[in-house]
Structures are given as C-alpha cells and as structure tokens.
C-alpha cells in the first residue's frame, strides 16, 4: 500500500470513531510515524513497509480512543520550542503562546530587568553580566511543561527563570525540554506554588494555573477529561482556588515594580482582575485572546514599598 492509501485509510477509520479532524490528525500520526515531511509525502507517496504502515496502525487505534494526537507525536511547537508532552503533563495552548509574548513585550518596553534601582533586594545577582537583562528574574508557577517558562529563558537567555509544580512528572518533562532547547538558564523546582523558591524576589511572575470549575471538568471534550492530567486542569469549586493563592502571597515574592501575568478561563476576568486589586496591585489590566475573550491578566506592585503590608 502507498503512503496516500494508507492515510486515506487512517482518516476513515478516525471519522468513523467521531473524531472531528481526522484528515489533520490522521496526517500528524502519519507524518510523525514515518519522519517525513508534508510535501515529501505527497509528492513521492511511497510504497509503505510492513512496520511502518503497523505503527500507524496502532497509532490510529489510540487516537480512535480519544487519546489527543499531541501525546502520540509527543511533541508540540511552542513560539519556536520544540516541546515534548506525554501523559501526565498538560499540553502547551495556543492562548498561552499569547500570555508569554505579553511578558517579553512588557519587559522590552520597560527593560524591567535592566534598571538596577528596580532590581528587588535577594534576587539573582547578575552584577557581573553586561547584557540589558542580566538581572532579571522571573518565576513560572504550575509550570508544568515548562512552556512558558523555558520560551521566556530563550528570550532572555541571560534572565535567571525558575518553574515550580507539585508534579514529578511535569517536571521530568520540563527539564527534558531544557535539555532539548539547550536552555540553560531555567530551573525546575519541585513543590507547591512558591514554597521552593523560599525568600527569592523576582521582576516577573507567570502562571498558568488549574482554572477549570469543578462541577464542569465532566463536561470538557474527552480528549482533555479523560487524558490530560486532572491535577492541572482542577481549579477547585468556583475554578479561583489558585488565583486566591496565587494573589494573595505574589505580593512577597515580586520586587518594586514587578509584573504577575496570570492566564485565565474564558469567564474570569472580572473576578480575578478584583481579586489583583484587592491585594493591592495596580495597573490592572485583562488582555484579550484572538476569540477577543479576556485572557491574560497582568499586574504591578506598586514601584515605591509604602508602610502598607502586602
Ligand atoms: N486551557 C485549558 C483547557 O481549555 C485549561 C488549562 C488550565 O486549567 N490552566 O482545558
């Protein structure tokens, strides 16, 4: 059988299991399975091998399952990374592409990192580095991948990034795709929110936490319910737990004039934007995602410490 065959055969066979894109999956698997590249495969449309077409077969039995392409290729291109993913670790979203370049947009308009006045007492001590961003720091909470933190460690390769999560196995994942990305300057800490961090100051704060409410985790498509890691998905009751958590201790953990950029679930904003304010952040702000739902939030502590507790 030829290559064109058999991913006609593997399309069919997924729109017969009711999975919606089963052309671009069935393509993926396909592609992947072989190495080769799109154009390749259709113009020269090889007479498959045995093992080859067997491969895809099994693939596409896994797929038919429900279970998401991403963790049967094991990769995933995040804003020029290469990200391995597998089960047990959320898998890198488009929208969160978005809450990144948010970031490094944000430090380059106010090359937060490179004013040493700002620069947070305890944080990383770079003096000796002459890059404009030598004394950034920046801490990715529930890291998971380490998407976010490893793409802003490549952007800012003389920034100290940390990434912390609860999960042994997220954070496998995160150092693998260091090691991949030969990203030298991200490190994985294992434990809760900022507890592993103990009294470090950071310029930036990220986090991408479980914000789905509890009561519709059922009702998520199948791919996400019954594959990807619940822990990273539970947002607790009303879906807010970890941005209580979250907004309630950042405060100690940023210096002067620091940033915590937060993603959000697609009916938070309102909520999550109070909950900054009450702890006092300013300059509050809710960034739209490209579907215009309000997306990122993304916060200051305010420049010159008052007498006020965080
Ligand atoms: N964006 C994910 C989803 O749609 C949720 C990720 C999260 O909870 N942080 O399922």
Known sequence: MRLLDLLRKSTESLEAAGIEDALPDAEMIVLHAL????????????????????????????????????YLTGIVAFLGLTVQVGK????????????????????KSEELG?????????????DSRLTPYASLSVLDLCTGSGCIALALAKEFPDADVYGTDVSKEALAYARKNAKINSIQNATFLEGSLFVPVNDRKFNIITANPPYIRRDELDTLQREIRDWEPLDALDGGEDGMDFYRQILSSAGEYLGPGGCIFLELGFDQAGFVQKLAQEQGFRDVAIINDYAGIGRILEARKEKFPSNKPN
């Open 35 to 70: 190495g080769m590249e799109r154009l390749d495969a259709y113009v020269n449309n090889p007479e498959m091998r045995k093992a080859d077409a067997a491969k895809i077969k099994r693939l596409i039995q896994r797929r038919r399952k429900g279970e998401p392409v991403q």
């Open 88 to 107: 047990g670790v959320l898998i890198p979203r488009p929208e969160t592409e978005l809450l990144v370049e948010e970031v490094i947009k944000t430090i």
């Open 114 to 126: 490179a004013r040493s006045q700002d620069k947070p007492a305890g944080a990383a001590s770079c």
